[in-house]
């Protein structure tokens, strides 16, 4: 468990380093619920958007213990942005997920698959923003529907 947790911390100090311009770069905190064993989780994304409406963002969710089980989620999505007023944006999201899954009973297992899904951001002051995506990950033999929300500051 704990080379997945350098590999995510890796992964989001790495994005640290690109140089942005104000606006398009952030970091979120986010609550996460997973509908395959309702489980419910906590984590962080960074965003980079190299060029006007494409983004990067990079995260790593912990879900909680639920019915004897809790995951390792990392994920590498791409939003492409679509402003639809001054405060308000929609974004399509695809991406790659890795997903840890760790029972009290029997051995940890890995699966690796896809994210396809929508999100949403309104502006609440000029840096702060709330989010929410919705987005169904497609795994070997395993299959969910993912819901966020999160808060995120903007550079």
């Known amino acids: ?23 398009e770069f952030s970091v979120a905190g986010q609550f996460a619920y997973a509908t395959k064993h309702s489980m419910a989780g ?28 809790s995951a390792i989620n990392l994920n590498l999505n791409v939003h492409y942005v679509i402003p639809t007023s001054s405060a308000f944006a929609i974004y399509p999201l ?38 929410t995506e919705e987005r169904f990950q497609i795994m070997k033999n395993f299959n969910q529907s993912v819901t966020l929300l999160g808060m995120k500051y903007a550079f």
């Not at 468990?1 to 606006?23: C, D, H, W």
């Open 42 to 69: 906590l984590g962080a994304q960074v965003q980079y958007e190299p060029i006007t409406n494409l983004r990067l963002a990079p995260e790593f969710i912990y879900y909680f213990k639920t019915d004897g089980l």
């Open 94 to 131: 695809a991406g790659f997920s890795f997903a840890h899954f760790m029972p009290e009973i029997g051995h940890d297992v890995d699966r690796c698959g896809a994210n396809v899904g929508l999100g949403a951001q309104y502006r609440i002051k000029e840096h702060l923003y709330f989010f």
């Open 1 to 23: 468990m704990k080379k997945y947790i350098f590999l995510a911390i890796m992964a989001i100090v790495s994005t640290l380093g690109l140089r942005a311009e104000q606006g």
